[in-house]
């Protein structure tokens, strides 16, 4: 079935340091892929999506490209801050044979930044 | 509006006792979820409801009963719980597309989760 592989962490950066979140999958045709964040105690926000090969999400200086040739969706941004601090999910939208679709979650980065 | 609400935000019962969590959207999004939360893991999806009706239980244990009134509401019905069912309960709302070409395309709203404690 389908799979989300993400690289787990936890990752401590320093403010304004270069930030990846490895995130591959394995999928039937070609899925729609997110990135959601959560923050302490609150629920899950799409931070940004692609929908078709090569397409690059972007929200809030965040940046993921889809790359169906590597079947990656890695998440960067240039300087991060210490409001970046969360747990952030890969995820790609699945259609099974029979049912509504869903998605199918990566496991999680839990990422702090430090002042 | 783009919001999905949850009530309560936090809920504490005991093993006997008969509680409900409401989630409301008004996207007119005709696919909603509950999914469970455990510290530390990704949401595990519990149930989908696709145009009111039911389309996936992944299995959940019968003292968790869904029920979708309508479009726009969705309720989990607690009964009988157990301490280890203590997490965060999420719903999730999506349009629910499908491209031309077939490919998938299930963009979920979330709302902001119920903690609810098991004693």
């Known amino acids: 079935g389908d799979s989300v592989t993400q690289m787990e962490g936890p990752v401590t950066l320093s403010e304004e340091a270069f930030l990846t979140i490895n995130c591959t999958y394995t999928a039937t045709g070609y899925p729609s892929l997110f990135w959601y964040v959560q923050y302490p105690g609150e629920g899950l926000q799409l931070l940004l999506k692609a929908t078709k090969a090569d397409d690059k999400g972007s929200n809030k200086g965040f940046e993921a490209t889809y790359r169906k040739e590597t079947t990656s969706f890695h998440l960067e941004k240039g300087s991060v801050q210490v409001s970046d601090s969360a747990v952030y999910f890969c995820a790609l939208s699945s259609k099974p044979l029979q049912g509504a679709q869903k998605l199918v979650f990566g496991q999680g980065t839990r990422l702090t930044i430090n002042p | 509006d783009t919001e999905v609400t949850q009530t309560p935000k936090h809920l504490v019962m005991g093993m006997t006792n008969k509680k409900s969590l409401k989630c409301e959207q008004h996207m007119g999004h005709r696919a909603m979820y509950w999914y469970k939360q455990k510290a530390k893991k990704p949401p595990e999806l519990m149930f989908v409801?696709?145009?009111?009706?039911?389309?996936i239980n992944e299995s959940v244990p019968s003292r968790f009963s869904p029920e979708c009134p309508n479009s726009s509401l969705l309720n989990l019905h607690l009964h009988a719980l157990q301490p280890e069912d203590s997490a965060l309960y999420l719903c999730?709302?999506?349009?629910?597309?499908?491209?031309?070409?077939?490919?998938?395309?299930?963009?979920?709203?979330f709302g902001p989760g119920t903690r609810l404690t098991v004693l």
């Open positions: 999730a709302s999506s349009q629910d597309l499908v491209w031309p070409d077939g490919s998938s395309y299930n963009e979920q709203f």
């Open positions: 409801y696709s145009y009111e009706k039911l389309s």
